[in-house]
Antibody
Framework: QVQLQESGPGLVKPSETLSLTCTVSGGSVTANYWTWIRQPPGRGLEYIGYIYYTGITNYNPSLKSRVTMSLDTSKNHFSLKLTSVTAADTAVYYC?????????WGKGTTVTVSS | DVVVTQSPLYLPVTLGQPAYISCRSSQNPVYSDGDTYLNWFQQRPGQSPRRLIYKVSNRDSGVPDRFSGSGSGTDFTLKISRVEAEDVGVYYCMQGAHWPFSFGQGTKLEIK
């Protein structure tokens, strides 16, 4: 049974880069699409983008200029980088499997942008 | 971009009664493979979302059969036939056919 676990700093300073990793267990990243979603405090879900195991990516146009996703098959994980963060990027960040129908989710990690 | 609109946004329900959540997509969420990527998720308080229904009406493994999805075109419905206490939370629909994929605003289900 595939499980996902997000990890990364819980606090990022404004204008700096947010970096998160999602570790896949019980399965391999060398299959499927892998997705990042976020949820600002008290609000709904926002789709950030996805990466295919071949390295093909697709980013939400609202974040495209600041987002980079990558995948490391040797470590069986995939990553998210979001540059030039502001308070508006404060959210719980989730990773999930399968871009179109998100069948498995991680527990989420809270990232706060503050000086 | 495709806009996904849910109603109601707040749904108080008596235990044992049915509940209906509507989801309307501004475009038909049919992908080029012929499948309709309209999915439903449940987010219990303090938890991550969990998929309940995929591609309109397919129930995920372990999801009670009191949950069902239906619809076509641009209008879809999640039905809970008899609400139980564990159903409290926020329900989201999501379209996965047109990029960027998008979620509805969420419907908060509470027990009356």
């Amino acid at each position: 049974q595939v499980q996902l676990q997000e990890s990364g700093p819980g606090l990022v300073k404004p204008s700096e880069t947010l970096s998160l990793t999602c570790t896949v267990s019980g399965g391999s990243v060398t299959a499927n699409y892998w997705t990042w979603i976020r949820q600002p405090p008290g609000r709904g879900l926002e789709y950030i983008g996805y990466i295919y195991y071949t390295g093909i990516t697709n980013y939400n146009p609202s974040l495209k200029s600041r987002v980079t996703m990558s995948l490391d098959t040797s470590k069986n994980h995939f990553s998210l980088k979001l540059t030039s963060v502001t308070a508006a990027d404060t959210a719980v960040y989730y990773c999930a499997r399968f871009a179109r129908a998100l069948d498995v989710w991680g527990k989420g990690t809270t990232v706060t942008v503050s000086s | 971009d495709v806009v996904v609109t849910q109603s109601p946004l707040y749904l108080p329900v008596t235990l044992g009664q049915p509940a209906y959540i509507s989801c309307r997509s501004s475009q038909n969420p049919v992908y080029s493979d012929g499948d309709t990527y309209l999915n439903w998720f449940q987010q219990r308080p303090g938890q991550s979302p969990r998929r309940l229904i995929y591609k309109v009406s397919n129930r995920d493994s372990g999801v009670p059969d009191r949950f069902s999805g239906s619809g076509s075109g641009t209008d879809f419905t999640l039905k809970i036939s008899r609400v139980e206490a564990e159903d409290v939370g926020v329900y989201y629909c999501m379209q996965g056919a047109h990029w960027p994929f998008s979620f509805g605003q969420g419907t908060k289900l509470e027990i009356k």
